[in-house]
């Protein structure tokens, strides 16, 4: 079992900057891939980006290509999405995910995630 905890969401204006982590517990993350996912409401949760704990390889959506980054620490069994250049349709709340097992596979489908956190808000102003 792996819980997960983010945490570093909040209001920013548009051009700013916020840095998330994911705080994973339970286990120590091997090989696994940890994606973040967005939602806001009445629409679907979407991919963001994730990336391969073990091989450190990530996958970034086109719509925050370039702005957004991840990346992740062995000590601290942590993974943090660090959002710059932030836009309003950024808002939504942010949630990490887990998949325990081929790493290497980009595949965004959020069903193919197995644990889940509680989510961060992130609400960007115009």
């Known amino acids: 079992q792996v819980q997960l905890k983010e945490s570093g969401g909040g209001l920013v204006q548009a051009g700013g900057s916020l840095r998330l982590s994911c705080q994973a517990s339970?286990?120590?993350?091997?090989?696994?891939?940890v994606g973040w996912f967005r939602q806001t409401p009445g629409k679907e949760r979407e991919f963001v980006i994730s990336?391969?704990?073990?091989?450190?390889?990530?996958d970034i959506a086109d719509s925050v290509k370039g702005r957004f980054t991840v990346w992740r620490d062995f000590a601290k069994n942590t993974v943090s999405l660090q959002m710059d250049s932030l836009k309003p349709e950024d808002t939504a709340v942010y949630y990490c995910a887990v998949r325990a097992r081929s790493p290497e596979d980009r595949t965004r489908s959020l069903l193919q995630y197995r644990y889940w956190g509680q989510g961060t808000q992130v609400t960007v102003s115009s």
């Open positions: 990336i391969n704990w073990y091989g450190g390889s990530s």
């Open positions: 339970g286990r120590t993350l091997s090989r696994d891939r």
